[in-house]
């Protein structure tokens, strides 16, 4: 039988997208980016048993036993990884949200955030911590895993932790208020320790540190280190103790570079490396997530309470940032997608234009594509489950139109997408 007589159409594909577990499935578009290669493959179908790839074969060679989805004009590739993100922060203005959205009402809005996500070919997030007094995320996770709501895949950790009176404390209220700061706060070794062993306890398998100030926050200074060497050296050997991996947030030069030394597995953010830092990673080999387009979002508009900052940067210092990290990757450091946009107010499609950043840094479609697929997943140690499209690990694949190395922009609206074999979305 010829395959194009074998395709199948919407109202089936509706029924299987029900519910699909213990089905066969050929995958079959234009061409296949599978996270490894160099180029695309051709004249390829992705065959899918139940939650896993078993191979990538010619199409003429597929099994009658297989049913066919035919993507004509489309791009099949891994489901795209976000390497950073806060799914619970549903406004621009996220630390007075925080005071004002309940935990309950978060997580509500961050399974519908991440349904959006999901929808739109996000099949894995790893959250950097969130502005939740609680372990929202860790719920939703628990739930998706459940199988009791659709979302993407979710590791990270609860909290982002933070000095008193740094990017991730509550700077602008009077000593009088007795508010919970939208970051966990720890100072001294002692206390440090203690918050990653309750962050571990209540789930999180990634610690987030702020290392510096922050941009988007009030009261702090980006440029400043947060951290001393000791806390700093505690905290990643309390996490380590535990198998769990740091992310180290840092803008500040001195503070990217003291977190590279204490073993931190990735940087995020580091605008303000420089050759040494870039030496540091490579000799280390510390994963670096830039999360560009976040600024870009912001920059000159009047949604944040911290406008001034972000703009300083991304008004005054972006082309030059992008330079190093462009340098970076061409010197071999591990770049990594990571959106940082936070959640619900932000629309779906506007999360992959992260990609379009890293290819206007230096980085070719091929590498910015890799980047937020393959590379992330070894950043995530998930190399044997996703980031992939390889015989054994999970189906999570999606279908961009036309071709996106030649326009980056086609990955905002993927018009297939599975995850773990079941089909999430269908193009009409």
């Known amino acids: 039988m010829d395959i194009k007589q074998r395709r199948w159409w919407a109202v089936g594909l509706w029924v299987v997208s029900l519910g699909c577990q213990g089905a066969q499935f050929a995958l079959v578009a234009d061409r296949v980016i599978d996270g490894d290669a160099d180029e695309p493959l051709e004249q390829v179908a992705v065959l899918v048993d139940d939650a896993r790839?078993?191979?990538?074969?010619?199409?003429?060679?597929?099994?009658d036993s297989y049913k066919v989805i035919s993507l004509p004009g489309q791009t099949l590739m891994p489901g795209m990884i976000n390497g950073h993100e806060h799914p619970l922060l549903y406004a621009d203005d996220y630390q007075n949200a925080h005071l004002t959205g309940s935990s309950a009402y978060k997580a509500l809005l961050g399974l519908a955030t991440l349904q959006r996500l999901l929808d739109h070919g996000w099949t894995t997030i790893r959250v950097m911590g969130d502005g939740d007094v609680f372990y929202g995320n860790q719920d939703l996770h628990r739930v998706i895993s459940e199988g009791v709501f659709e979302g993407p895949r979710i590791t990270g950790a609860a909290h982002y932790i933070s000095i008193t009176g740094g990017g991730g404390d509550v700077n602008f209220a009077s000593p009088e208020q007795m508010l919970i700061a939208d970051g966990l706060i720890a100072d001294g070794p002692d206390e440090i320790r203690k918050a990653i062993r309750q962050e571990i306890k209540y789930g999180s398998d990634w610690i987030k540190l702020l290392v510096t100030g922050a941009f988007h926050s009030v009261g702090d200074d980006p440029k400043n280190v947060a951290f001393s060497p000791e806390e700093l050296a505690e905290a990643v050997a309390e996490a380590g103790r535990h198998n769990v991996p740091v992310a180290a947030h840092a803008h500040a030069n001195a503070g990217i570079n003291q977190a590279i030394r204490a073993g931190v597995r990735s940087i995020e953010h580091g605008t303000y490396l420089d050759e040494r830092s870039i030496a540091l990673m490579l000799e280390y080999g510390t994963y670096y997530v830039p999360t560009i387009f976040v600024g870009d979002y912001y920059a000159g508009t009047d949604k944040l309470l911290a406008q001034a900052k972000n703009d300083d940067v991304y008004l005054n210092y972006r082309a030059d940032w992008l330079a190093l990290i462009g340098k970076a990757h061409a010197a071999g450091v591990r770049i990594v997608v990571g959106v940082d946009l936070g959640?619900?107010?932000?629309?779906?499609?506007?999360?992959?234009?992260e990609f379009a950043a890293l290819a206007e840094a230096g980085l070719s479609p091929m590498a910015a594509i890799?980047?937020?697929t393959s590379v992330a997943a070894d950043m995530l140690r998930w190399s044997d489950r996703v980031g992939r499209i390889k015989a054994g690990l999970l189906a999570d694949i999606i279908a961009v139109p036309g071709n996106p190395l030649e326009d980056l922009s086609a990955l905002e609206s993927p018009a297939f997408v599975m995850k773990d074999g079941k089909i999430i979305k269908y193009p009409d």
Do not use: C, F, H, K
Not at 53 to 63: C, E, K, P, R
């Open 370 to 372: 890799q980047a937020g």
């Open 53 to 63: 790839i078993t191979g990538l074969v010619d199409i003429d060679a597929v099994s």
């Open 343 to 353: 959640g619900y107010n932000i629309e779906p499609e506007a999360y992959a234009r």
